[in-house]
């Protein structure tokens, strides 16, 4: 079973920083690109960056372009997204998706997400 | 880049109406687009990819249709689970784009 649990969440203050991970499971995350989306209080859903599977490419939106890295670590089944310079605008639920190439490039499997606050 | 525009924002129904959410590109993505479901406080579920595939498992009355700027998500017999907050997303390049949602609730 496909299982992607996000991590790293929690309260910082304007400014700070947070590192978040996610932990897949179930499939062969190596051959996978990962994508992080997520969706503010009440909001929908924005996209936010993405990685592929074979060297590491990264893309990003722009209101995270400089700001926030995306990486991932195949030997620890893992992505993570470092978040610089937060602003209260990124308080949101945090979720990483499997991205599938080629089907649409959908997103077939996603985490429950994890919270972040970003407020003083 | 490209903005997706979903109508309406916002709909009731009954159980058993046929429920029709439709999705605008602002330039043409051929079939890049998929519809997704999201439950409150759960994460959003693929049910159709490729503008017109369903995913495994996605009960039938789901299905999609469209290719260029225009695109519908067809629920055939609406059922009490299908209260939710429905999204279509474009992949056709980067970054790809949501549409800002559809919710759907039942009378």
């Known amino acids: 079973e496909v299982q992607l649990e996000e991590s790293g969440g929690g309260l910082v203050q304007p400014g700070g920083s947070l590192r978040l991970s996610c932990a897949a499971s179930g499939f062969s995350f190596s051959s996978y690109e990962m994508n992080w989306v997520r969706q503010a209080p009440g909001r929908g859903l924005e996209w936010l960056s993405y990685?592929?599977?074979?060297?590491?490419?990264?893309y990003y939106a722009d209101s995270v372009k400089g700001r926030f890295t995306m990486s991932r670590d195949n030997a620890k089944n893992s992505v993570y997204l470092q978040m610089n310079s937060l602003r209260d605008e990124d308080t949101a639920l945090y979720f990483c998706?499997?991205?599938?190439?080629?089907?649409?490039?959908?997103?077939?499997?996603w985490g429950q997400g994890t919270l972040v606050t970003v407020s003083s | 880049d490209i903005q997706m525009t979903q109508s309406p924002s916002s709909l009731s129904a009954s159980v058993g109406d046929r429920v029709t959410i439709t999705c605008r590109a602002s330039?043409?993505?051929?079939?890049?687009l998929n519809w997704y479901q999201q439950k409150p406080g759960k994460a959003p579920n693929l049910l159709i990819y490729a503008a017109s595939s369903p995913q495994s498992g996605v009960p039938s009355r789901f299905s999609g249709s469209g290719s260029g700027t225009d695109f519908t998500l067809i629920i055939s017999s609406l059922q009490p689970e299908d209260s939710a907050t429905y999204y279509c997303q474009q992949s056709y390049n980067v970054p790809c784009s949501f549409g800002q949602g559809t919710k759907l609730e039942i009378k």
């Open positions: 998706a499997r991205g599938r190439t080629g089907d649409g490039d959908s997103f077939d499997h």
């Open positions: 330039q043409s993505i051929s079939t890049n």
């Open positions: 990685i592929n599977s074979h060297n590491g490419g990264t």
